[in-house]
T-cell receptor, first 115, second 112 residues
Framework: AQTVTQSQPEMSVQEAETVTLSCTYD???????LFWYKQPPSRQMILVIR??????QNATENRFSVNFQKAAKSFSLKISDSQLGDTAMYFC????????????FGQGTRLTINP | NAGVTQTPKFQVLKTGQSMTLQCAQD?????MSWYRQDPGMGLRLIHY???????DQGEVPNGYNVSRSTTEDFPLRLLSAAPSQTSVYFC???????????FGSGTRLTVV
């Protein structure tokens, strides 16, 4: 069974700073997808970024980028030029390509951007 | 395009009562799932479906029942509510192409 671990329950940075959220996972699969979801106080789950395990190039979406280290099973999220609207819970998630393709989540990191 | 629609948004139940959380999607997604979210535990999978007529248990299925008679609908039934089922519940759907799941807006359930 796959597991996802986020070791930072809470983080806090100043506006405009860069912050990195950590995520590690455990799987015996070779091909899979990794995701970061954002959950603001509205409770809505918002997909931030997606990485395909068979692609070596790290995914980027505007101010959001990932550092994907397949051998180390590590998938960190970097937020550049952080904004107040980035304040939210962030969840790392794993989805295998084969079988039922269930999405498995980490415990989450609560990120606060201070003015 | 409504996406994933969950109802109700809030619910208070008494211990022992039963209820159904509704979930509908209009994107023709074959994969659907129910999660519960509790502080410090992330989102845990309750039940999932890979297509109409096919369901299976996730990580925390006890006390819940599901069915999938159509592609669009995936209701979650609480058989006899317990205080331990106080949580926020999310329904989600996806295609099989490796894209992320689309989530509903959640239901906050309190069992007293």
């Amino acid at each position: 069974a796959q597991t996802v671990t986020q070791s930072q329950p809470e983080m806090s940075v100043q506006e405009a700073e860069t912050v990195t959220l950590s995520c590690t996972y455990d799987t015996s699969e070779n091909n899979y997808y990794l995701f970061w979801y954002k959950q603001p106080p509205s409770r809505q789950m918002i997909l931030v970024i997606r990485q395909e395990a068979y692609k070596q190039q790290n995914a980027t979406e505007n101010r959001f980028s990932v550092n994907f280290q397949k051998a180390a099973k590590s998938f960190s999220l970097k937020i550049s030029d952080s904004q107040l609207g980035d304040t939210a819970m962030y969840f790392c998630a794993f989805r295998p390509i084969q079988g039922a393709q269930k999405l498995v989540f980490g415990q989450g990191t609560r990120l606060t951007i201070n003015p | 395009n409504a996406g994933v629609t969950q109802t109700p948004k809030f619910q208070v139940l008494k211990t022992g009562q039963s209820m159904t959380l509704q979930c509908a999607q209009d994107m023709n997604h074959e994969y659907m799932s129910w999660y519960r979210q509790d502080p410090g535990m992330g989102l845990r999978l309750i039940h999932y479906s890979v297509g109409a007529g096919i369901t299976d248990q996730g990580e925390v299925p006890n006390g819940y029942n599901v069915s999938r008679s159509t592609t669009e609908d995936f209701p979650l039934r609480l058989l006899s509510a317990a205080p331990s089922q106080t949580s926020v519940y999310f329904c989600a759907s996806s295609t099989g192409s490796g894209y992320g799941y689309t989530f509903g807006s959640g239901t906050r359930l309190t069992v007293v």
